[in-house]
DNA sequence: CTTCTGAGGATTGTATACAATGATACGAGA
DNA sequence: TCTCGTATCATTGTATACAATCCTCAGAAG
């Protein structure tokens, strides 16, 4: 097993700044932050009862895990991911989960499986039952049980790094559409392809799932989510970019 | 055009902190520090002149690069690669530069394609003097065009991100085998799939292009190179994993 | 009225002091 | 002799103090 925790977590949880850091990733990805809102060392350390120093030292953190931007001197800013940024995400990531899904089927061990299946499963129970939320939370399990499953460290945080990236996009359209239930049809095909040890199928099927998720996404109202926001960020770029 | 820099590059190499993390980084790529070598913050503040506080938030900054892991209350050491690692990096960016040549074919620049041409006529050139020297320099180079020609902040990341960690393997094998000119062969009919606008030969040159290098390393000795650190890692690990 | 200038305040950058944690070594007891 | 506990020290984690920088806005000059 490799010791290279490539980009390692954050999984401090328990200093200061691990807290702080988890705290603020998650209030960004949350949307408690708007994009392009200032972030302020003084007024996070004081809601959080801490100093600046463990601030300062997560800012850094989430500058390099893209979720803000430092400029010198002068101030942290919730970064704005661009209509075209998603796209180029999305495509990237197909060609990675496919290289997963590979990889998974070569490498996948007993457990992972019966896991696999058991949320394939439980996804179509909540499917039938209209549950979004559940939906919602197994969609991520199952790519996540396939990132640990390529038995590669070095994917499987790339993977996990770019799913996080789309959460924030990928909040607002799943859950309101009906892309549920034929994302967990898609699942268990890749699921299939895996258990079957037909490599070339998962790939193909796990590119394609990437795909579909992106003409989707597309499909039911991205450029809305997003013709605000570019609208100000028009106005607010010129400012930023010192 | 993007201002979501994701994952931004530190820029900042006016700052003590900026300063302090360009030059561990050169350190620990050029293998001034051994793989595993604890880095103590009181140590190398003393060495550049500056206090903990910046220090630190280098290292934070280098943990997230993957360059060095930290343990809470412990310390910081610099990071193993693996044989495995080394591999696994090769696939993902044999896809990923792929994607990135076609995408250069499609959005590259009057300016960057002269670049490129240039590049190519002078790293041919430098391979008939046989300075490997320069034809590394080249090499780099070339890709890095290539990266920023694809016009995707998010792709052009990822990949010098990439770069970056192979260029502590590759600096021991490029170099020192003729694998240089061959390459260069190989950039050029890159360079002439873009100009002619086929992004799928493109495409498909940039990718066997990563395989060849792969094969290459591995061929001309990568296992000799990891064999010592492995057994190193060996007798580290356990320490290391608290 | 517009434009330049500079003083003041707000905010980030860095250094230092103190607290907490982990490693080591030594000695007592079995 | 071996093991366990404890004291001590080295190192990291955090808070605070001070320095440097940037932004704002009032006020004077044109």
């Known amino acids: 097993m490799s010791n290279f925790d490539v980009k390692q977590e954050v999984t401090d949880k328990y200093s200061l700044r691990g807290r ?25 350390g ?38 075209k940024d998603v796209k180029d995400i999305y495509m990237i990531r197909s060609l990675l989960e496919g290289l997963c899904a ?11 499986m019966e896991e696999m299946e058991e949320n394939v ?45 789309v959460l924030r996009v990928r909040k607002k359209t799943l859950s309101s559409i009906n892309r549920g239930p034929k994302s967990n049809e898609e699942h268990e095909k890749i699921m299939e392809a895996i258990k079957a040890g037909n490599a070339d199928l998962a790939e193909q099927l796990a590119h394609e799932h990437m795909i579909n998720a992106y003409e989707n996404m597309v499909k039911c109202g991205l450029h809305e989510v ?17």
């Open 226 to 242: 997003y013709a605000r926001q570019d609208a100000v960020q028009e106005t607010i770029d010129p400012k930023v970019k010192k």
């Open 20 to 44: 702080v850091f988890h705290k603020l990733r998650d209030d960004i990805l949350n949307g408690k932050y708007q994009e392009h809102e200032e972030l302020k060392e003084m007024t996070i």
């Open 102 to 112: 590979r990889w998974a089927t070569e490498h996948i061990t007993k457990e992972q």
């Open 121 to 165: 499963y439980l996804a179509k129970f909540h499917a039938q039952k209209g549950h979004l939320e559940q939906l919602a939370e197994l969609d991520n399990r199952f790519h996540d049980i396939m990132y640990e499953a390529c038995d590669s460290k070095m994917l499987e945080h790339q993977l996990k790094d770019f799913h996080q990236y």
């Open 46 to 83: 004081e809601e959080m009862g801490v100093s600046r120093t463990p601030v300062r030292e997560a800012f850094r953190q989430l500058e390099l895990e893209g979720l803000i931007q430092i400029i010198p001197n002068k101030g942290a800013y919730v970064t704005g991911i661009t209509e």
